[in-house]
């Protein structure tokens, strides 16, 4: 068997002028100012610490609730923004076993295999996308957003709203851990086990790397030549997790065939479909320069005008934004979902296409949670590109096999939660699903942060922080129509029917968002 992958200080007082008394006391009223808002000083701390020692903090683990799973307790969720909810929505239609003899059956028993489970998500909207940490060198800060992820799952504590000061306590501990993010998974997950073990909480901790390539390598003779493609983030690319990941549970299964690996970046894809600045604008009639997405000239996701015409975009409306002549365009700009997963679906084939010897592409695993909502959509593309000419020649026909395989993790995902729970007595025989979900969002109390006018973090403050000064720079607050766009209400009630029908009714229901406004309520 071979395995082969195809790679691709904070300084609020500097500027205060003061004379000897005075000053001082301008010091002492913005330093307590930035205590109240951020809950510590501006030395870097670990933050494993700061969780586990300091009372003072918000980020503190309460010992009281740092106790051993229960069945009754729910099982908690997180991912850079909303696309983890495709792995709940997963979870919510799971049938692949027998309920009462817990062993799994090829078409399921006819009962949801969570039907008594409850569940809390957390989208970490304000810090995302995950993917561009490691572009901007930044990883560490990256590591710190999960392990604070991780904190606010096992803790009781959350936010009614961003401009609130005080936080509620009232919220449930987990008794299993969901990372329900390629990019976390694939930087933070050993960080993750790493911090329980040393909190001594016994804690099951499952990621979606390692379900997606079971369920790949499932697709696979155990002597087939194919190459299999990822679709990923930035960073999940940049960690080579999947080639690695593929390696070893490869080998494990007996593999003997030549499996090629190939990874594509989707760049600003992410960030497009949460309808991040980034990636998209509604509103956009030309090149701007909040974009980060593919351009003609990005390092690494570069538009090629040599094969322009193979990307197959569509122009209506402002889906492309170009700038100069159609043909000879001295910028372009992509701004419709559909055209970045074009770009990428392109991108990825032109890899195998230009490298000697390349399997037929078998099996694409959608490695990031956002990309399941648009299933549809990359399977149009391959379709396309599978029957694309130039000159009467097929371009990609060679590059593909007659039936790609599609894998979303999620299902995986479901096996293995399950799978564990029933091994450790935790699942739930007597509760009724229920769900309650949270989103970070600016802390607004915290006059370090830097905002764009649509109250999102700038890229240049959201990439460029320090990691270890461990600031409360956003509040989990619940899921509303304050803290979620039209588009993504709709998403949700269109394409994870049931996962809106929980948000309905944790909005509608939970006695904890009693305080919420009618208007607010989905």
């Not at 969901?178 to 909190?199: P, Q, Y």
């Not at 080639?243 to 494990?252: H, L, M, W």
């Not at 599978?386 to 590059?399: L, S, T, V």
């Not at 990691?467 to 949700?492: C, H, M, N, W």
Request: neutral net charge; glycine residues 6%.
């Amino acid at each position: 068997m071979t395995i082969t992958s195809a790679k691709t200080p904070h300084r609020f007082l500097s500027a205060l002028r003061f004379n000897r008394a005075a000053g001082w006391l301008v010091i002492l009223a913005v330093l307590a100012g930035w205590l109240t808002a951020c809950g510590k000083s501006g030395a870097p701390r670990e933050l494993t610490e700061v969780i586990l020692t300091d009372a003072t903090s918000y980020f503190y683990l309460d010992p009281s609730i740092r106790r051993q799973p229960d069945s009754r307790l729910p099982v908690g969720i997180f991912d850079s923004g909303t696309g983890g909810l495709t792995v709940l929505e997963a979870l919510l239609t799971s049938d692949y076993f027998d309920n009462v003899r817990h062993v799994p059956l090829e078409k399921g028993d006819g009962r949801l295999d969570f039907r008594r489970e409850t569940f809390i998500y957390l989208a970490d909207q304000a810090n995302m996308p995950y993917g561009n940490y490691t572009l901007e060198n930044n990883a560490e800060l990256l590591r710190e957003h999960i392990l604070k992820n991780v904190q606010f799952l096992l803790s009781n504590k959350y936010y009614r709203a961003a401009d609130t000061t005080g936080f509620q306590q009232d919220k449930s501990p987990v008794k299993a851990l969901v990372i329900a993010c390629n990019t976390a998974s694939a930087i933070g997950k050993n960080d993750v086990v790493n911090f329980l073990r040393r909190a001594e909480i016994h804690l099951k901790v499952i990621g979606v790397i390692d379900a997606g390539v079971r369920g790949a390598l499932h697709q696979i003779g155990d002597s087939e030549n194919c190459s299999i493609g990822v679709l990923a983030t930035a960073t999940t690319v940049a960690t080579n997790a999947y080639p690695t990941t593929f390696g070893e549970q490869a080998r494990a299964a007996g593999k003997t065939g030549k499996i090629v690996v190939f990874q594509q970046a989707g760049i600003g894809l992410a960030e497009a479909i949460d309808g991040m600045a980034e990636g998209i604008s509604e509103l956009a009639t030309g090149p701007r320069d909040a974009y980060r997405g593919p351009a003609l000239d990005h390092p690494t996701a570069k538009i090629d005008l040599a094969i322009l015409e193979r990307y197959g975009f569509d122009r209506q409306a402002n889906h492309l934004l170009i700038e100069g002549a159609p043909t000879q365009p001295k910028a372009i700009q992509i701004n419709s979902i559909a055209n970045y997963i074009a770009y990428h679906l392109v991108s990825l084939l032109e890899q195998i296409r230009q490298t000697p010897g390349a399997p037929p592409l078998k099996v694409i695993v959608l490695a990031c949670t956002h990309y399941p909502f648009f299933t549809d959509i990359f399977q149009t593309q391959l379709e396309r590109l599978y029957n694309y000419r130039e000159d009467g020649q097929f371009i990609y026909r060679h590059c593909l096999a007659q039936d790609v395989v599609w894998i979303d993790p999620a299902e995986f995902v479901a096996r293995e939660l399950y799978e564990h729970l029933r091994a450790s007595n935790l699942l739930n025989d007597a509760g009724v699903c229920t769900a309650e979900f949270y989103i970070n969002v600016p802390n607004i109390l915290n006059p370090n942060i830097r905002l764009t006018p649509d109250g999102q973090f700038s890229y240049a403050y959201k990439y460029g922080r320090q990691a270890g000064a461990i600031q409360e720079y956003v509040k989990a607050v619940p899921f509303s129509r304050r803290t979620l766009s039209p588009d993504v209400i709709a998403r949700l009630a269109t394409k994870s029917p049931r996962v809106f029908t929980l948000l309905r009714r944790f909005n509608q229901q939970n006695p904890k968002l009693k305080f919420l406004p009618d208007r607010d309520r989905i």
